[in-house]
């Protein structure tokens, strides 16, 4: 790195007591101050709140951490938010898939149009888009009427949350997939095709294999998401116990009545998920780089 | 002649699109549009109808209302000196990370990204936690005369913890491209390291920092889950706009709670077009984003 | 003056009478047995400009090697796409042999494609790779697993990389990579091979020798081949015909010698071989340059003024009427002999011309001019 790179290059001999590059790196005394600083800084405001989390948890011991799992009401909430991540992600693979084909492999009008739509739930508070569905399904919203009249239920019922869940994730693939099949180009679809290849084959067996690393990546961080929002399921859940709370919820209900040892119990699994996804994200930037390509920042 | 009657799908539609060999353009631009406006455009369509409908009289009556006010300004204020902050701490870790090899450099490199993994209701709980009276950092700060959990204070340390990974991933790719020679080159040239910090190497970041801060801005003034714990939540000190829809929406307020969200919307919308302009900028001015 | 310019007035004859490219091509368009057929190909890709193609005809006889030879940005590329079925065009029609094959998808069509940068499937192997087409195949036509293996193994041997068969593309070198497309777009016994510059990505030694291989392995198989290049001595040293394309047009189609030695147009005579091109004018039955005659002016030539153009190996160093004067940029020796670049007096660019004495740089010389043609200035 800059230390090692163009050893003719000398700073002024005066200048810092290691005297070598001093023109092409800082002073010594100044990286191990910004260093700290920017350390200290992560330690503060993420590593602290990551560790008081299981600290928390285990503040009674054990068994009480343990016991946080098998009450019926967390179990409840365990399902429900596997169910959601269950019905979400995939929907949002299959959307990611065909947005990105299209997107990638052709050229038409209102292509980056397009990309920003996708792009859209990102910049939505999860309240806010918690908000639209209850203007529609809700019981005063656009089909709340006609809802009613059927029996349907959408908000306060799995369906508004599985919906909430779907538009918050909405973009996590499609923009893991757009940049990376736009680099690798149409040609090895074509070389496929001249092959005899049928439409289907030339995706199961070219293009699929071409991106599933950064396909890998975009679930991982699109589950991530799906089991933890938060704003946008707590405006549609209603918060009926063992039916429609997802984890975060039944986290935040369990911190409101004090009972913290529960509370921060499910919050640490969720904060494994939380781990274990970044150790992926880490492992497949690390491992598979230039099978990411094209990826930016989110 | 018999070309045209052959090929009625590439001459049709050879203004919108570009004719390819490659299959199966209609069926996925089809679903993707279906999906998109089912899912995104027409709920978000809903919503600003709904506002626009209730006259810009009454939406002006309720936006300036004087709680609706007080958390829009907490909301926006707040959003803006935390997106400041990120910028700054950003710039600082993306140069750290990148510049300087030091022992666990990967790990915290990982760690940045722990708010966009880290459920918000999690992040929510341990930073009131944390900053709680009697908690890890409250009780020392405290002591100095600090409050920070239930207070503004408490929010801003939420947002910032939220915003945090946009401010540091726009710009560390930045600069891990910083090209080597033009650094050299000021060095030749007799520019001191802090000159040629701020002349040659700053002024390439910032449209990546702006952009950085924009997103950080964006995400922070829609943050619900990690603000909502820490806040305390009064009136017209420590509400949020998110919060105050959530609250309008319990009181089947909707009128209240779709002007306060058309307004958050405006805005984030306001910040895309930034953050597309500025990318737009950057990639002319300095051939990347 | 008379005896010294017969084989100039000879060649001159023949390029007088050569009959406009189009009517050629077009009267082979009639001919029964072509391999492939392109009938008035249009292409456009949007925006003012010219169009890719316009109206580009050629017929391909079956067994032939055809490059498709020009600039880049002169549509041989695409043309070769339209063929394969890759490029839908905006008008004229492609045959295979007898049949209309236009509307027909490129999985259909049945042509090998040797990809630029060769498009391998970097997730398999490449056997797999060789492999893929006969895969492909619906599944009443597929051979057997240890039919596909045969093949495969047997192609592995015609290319010559029969222990290669379990790497994976990013362990093989340019060269290799090239060989293992080549064998891939074989697999499929395609009616046609089309290659898009196929040594365009690899350096100059492993370059000839691929040409040299790509040869024989084309008189071995007897494919109907068509690749695309830049690159004049490929096209000259490796085709049995040359199409030569600019701006989305044929200049000239035929044998190698022919478009070298009867260039029809001043675009092909500069672009088939180093030139030297003076302002001329032919008057009084002579080509005078500044005045003054330098060759006998030929029945069917343009009058008025004129491109006069003249191969480096047609100039001789001599004395006399008749020939050019110019002036000796440098000199030197090379591996098959000395060579002096001279500027002759009014064109734009030096030429290398074989000489047999010492020259120091600003020698003026005279060269004597063996062979020339003449173009309407334009």
């Known amino acids: 790195m800059s230390e090692t790179t163009v ?40 590593l602290l709140p990551l560790a008081v989390v299981f600290v928390e948890a285990l503040s009674k011991g054990l068994g009480p951490y343990l016991a946080s799992f098998t009450d019926p009401d967390a179990l409840a909430a365990i399902r429900l938010t596997l169910l959601v991540a269950a019905i979400a992600v995939p929907l949002n693979v299959v959307f990611g898939l065909c947005a990105s ?19 859209l739930p990102f910049s939505v508070s999860p309240v806010v888009a918690g908000l639209i569905y209850v203007l529609i399904f809700g019981a005063q919203g656009l089909f709340g009427p006609f809802m009613q009249r059927h029996g349907i239920e959408i908000i306060f019922a799995v369906p508004g949350i599985v919906l909430a869940t779907v538009f918050v994730t909405f973009p996590f693939v499609a923009r893991e997939l757009i940049p990376l099949m736009q680099d690798q180009g149409t040609t090895d679809e074509e070389a496929a095709l001249t092959l005899g290849a049928s439409p289907w084959r030339v995706f199961c067996t070219v293009t699929l294999p071409n991106v599933r690393w950064a396909l890998l990546y975009g679930v991982l961080l699109c589950n991530a998401r799906a089991m933890g929002e938060f704003g946008a399921v707590s405006v549609v859940s209603g918060r009926i116990r063992g039916l429609t709370n997802t984890m975060p919820l039944h986290v935040e209900i369990l911190y409101n009545e004090y009972n913290y040892v529960a509370a921060f119990g499910i919050a640490s699994l969720l904060a494994l998920l939380a781990l274990v996804t970044l150790a992926g994200k880490s492992f497949l930037e690390w491992r598979h780089a230039d099978a990411l390509a094209g990826r930016g920042a989110h | 002649m018999s ?125 009131a936690s944390l900053y709680a009276p009697n908690g890890w950092l409250g009780e020392p700060l405290m002591a100095l005369g600090i409050k920070v959990a239930y207070t503004p204070l408490g929010i801003l340390v939420a947002l910032v913890f939220v915003g945090l990974p946009f401010c540091v991933r726009t710009v560390q790719p930045l600069v891990a491209e910083i090209d080597k020679s ?108 | 003056m008379t005896a010294g310019f017969a084989p ?8 007088a009478s050569a009959r406009p490219v189009e009517s050629a091509s077009a009267e082979r368009l009639h001919h029964a047995g072509t391999a492939v057929r392109v009938d008035g190909i249009v292409k456009r890709y949007g925006g003012p400009g010219p169009a890719a193609l316009e109206g580009v005809s050629l017929a391909i006889e079956p067994g032939e090697l055809l490059a498709l030879l020009g600039p880049s940005g002169s549509g041989k590329t695409t043309l070769l796409r339209v063929i394969a079925g890759l490029e839908i065009p905006d008008g004229g029609r492609v045959f295979f042999g007898s049949q209309d094959t236009t509307d027909i998808p490129v999985q259909r069509r049945g042509v090998g494609f040797v990809f630029q940068h060769y498009a391998l499937f970097r997730h398999l192997t490449v056997f797999e790779n060789i492999a893929y087409g006969l895969r492909s195949r619906p599944r009443a036509h597929r051979p057997k697993e240890d039919e596909i293996r045969r093949r495969v193994e047997r192609l592995l041997e015609l290319v010559q990389l029969p222990d290669l068969a379990k790497r994976y593309p990013g362990q093989l070198s340019g060269g290799q990579r090239q060989r293992v497309a080549l064998a891939r777009a074989l697999a499929v016994e395609p009616s046609v091979l089309l290659l898009d510059e196929p040594f365009g990505a690899l350096d100059a030694q492993v370059r000839k020798d691929l040409r040299r291989w790509l040869r024989e392995i084309h008189r071995e198989t007897g494919q109907t081949t068509i690749f695309v290049t830049h690159d004049q001595d490929e096209a000259l040293e ?4 040359i199409a030569i394309l600019n701006k989305g047009r044929i200049e000239q189609v035929g044998a190698p010698h022919e478009v070298q030695d009867h260039p029809a147009s001043r675009f092909v005579m500069s672009f088939v071989g180093e030139t030297a091109r003076l302002a001329a004018e ?97």
């Open chain 2, 182 to 289: 033009s650094e050299e080159a000021a060095a030749i040239l007799g520019a001191s390291r802090f000159r040629a910090l701020v002349t040659v190497i700053l002024p390439p970041l910032i449209p990546a920092m702006l952009t950085g801060f924009a997103l950080a801005f964006a995400r922070a003034v829609g943050e619900y889950g990690s603000v909502i714990f820490v806040a305390g939540n009064l009136p017209f000190v420590s509400e949020i706009a998110p919060l105050l829809i959530v609250i309008k929406l319990e009181e089947f307020n909707y009128a209240g709670a779709t002007a306060i969200a058309a307004v958050m919307l405006l805005m984030s919308f306001t910040a895309l077009l930034a953050i597309n302009l500025l990318q737009d900028f950057s990639r002319r001015r300095f051939g990347h984003v």
């Open chain 3, 238 to 241: 490796l085709a049995d015909r």
């Open chain 3, 282 to 378: 032919v008057a009084g039955g002579e080509v005078r340059v500044a005045g003054r005659p330098v060759i006998a002016a030929e029945a069917g030539w343009p009058q008025g003024p004129v491109d006069l153009c003249l191969r480096p190996w047609d100039l001789t160093v001599g004395q006399g009427p008749g020939t050019l004067p110019g002036t000796v940029r440098e000199w030197r020796r090379t591996g098959r002999g000395t060579v002096a670049e001279i500027l002759l007096d009014g064109a734009e660019a030096p030429v290398e011309v074989k000489v047999t004495d010492v020259y120091e740089p600003g020698d003026r010389v005279a060269l004597a001019v063996g062979a020339a043609r003449v173009f309407p200035r334009g």
């Open chain 1, 7 to 46: 050893p003719s290059i000398q700073g002024p001999a005066s200048r810092g007591s290691r005297g070598r590059h001093a023109a092409l790196t800082e002073p010594r005394p100044v990286r191990i101050a910004l260093t700290l600083t920017a350390v200290g800084f992560l330690g503060l405001f993420l």
């Open chain 3, 8 to 15: 100039t007035a000879l060649s001159l004859r023949r390029e």
């Open chain 2, 3 to 127: 070309k045209a009657a052959a090929l009625p799908a590439g001459r049709g539609a050879a203004r919108f699109r570009r004719p390819s060999a490659l299959p199966g353009f209609r069926l996925t631009f089809g679903i993707t549009l279906t999906y998109l406006t089912l899912i995104v455009l027409l709920p978000l369509a809903v919503l600003l109808l709904r506002a626009a409908s209730v006259g810009p009289a009454g939406l002006w009556a309720l936006v300036t209302d004087a709680r609706n006010l007080a958390a829009l300004k907490t909301s926006f204020g707040l959003s803006l000196a935390a997106a400041a902050i990120d910028a700054v701490f950003g710039l600082l870790i993306a140069w750290v990370l990148t510049r300087y090899r030091f022992p666990g450099r990967r790990i915290i490199d990982a760690l940045v990204d722990l708010p966009f993994a880290l459920p918000t209701a999690v992040a929510g709980i341990a930073l």
């Open chain 1, 101 to 119: 084909w299209a997107i990638a492999k052709f050229n038409f009008r209102g292509r980056n149009l397009l990309i920003t739509l996708i792009d």
